[in-house]
């Protein structure tokens, strides 16, 4: 089993920055996929980053340039850090993890959710 818990969600006003903390706990080592969903009301959950069982960071377009995700196996910790932050980027932010060697990409086969963090972005 894989336990993860987000922190650092919260408001934060427009063209500031924002710092995402996954703690991972459990059976997992680096070659289990983790990164960061996130979910608006009446929407599917969106993988906005993560890092790929063979350690590569990988970002959706719509975050690029302006997320980065970070993996320390030492401290099993998944590090999300927003600069600037849009008020778009207004969700619930849930790490995410799967079993070994699986892929990331869809949520529908993830199987290890954290319990979610807020993120408000003010105009």
């Known amino acids: 089993q894989v336990q993860l818990v987000e922190s650092g969600g919260g408001l934060v006003q427009a063209g500031g920055s924002l710092n995402l903390l996954c703690i991972v706990s459990g059976r997992i080592t680096k070659n289990n996929a983790v990164g960061w969903y996130r979910q608006t009301p009446g929407n599917e959950r969106e993988l906005v980053a993560h890092v790929t069982s063979a350690g590569n960071p990988k970002y959706s377009d719509a975050v690029k340039g302006r997320f980065t995700i970070s993996r320390d196996n030492y401290k099993n910790t998944v590090n999300l850090q927003i600069d600037p932050v849009e008020p778009s980027d207004t969700a619930v932010y849930y790490c995410?993890?799967?079993?070994?060697?699986?892929?990331?990409?869809?949520?529908?086969?993830?199987?290890?959710w954290g319990q979610g963090t807020q993120v408000t972005v003010s105009s």
């Open positions: 995410a993890a799967r079993s070994p060697l699986l892929r990331l990409e869809d949520w529908r086969s993830v199987e290890y």
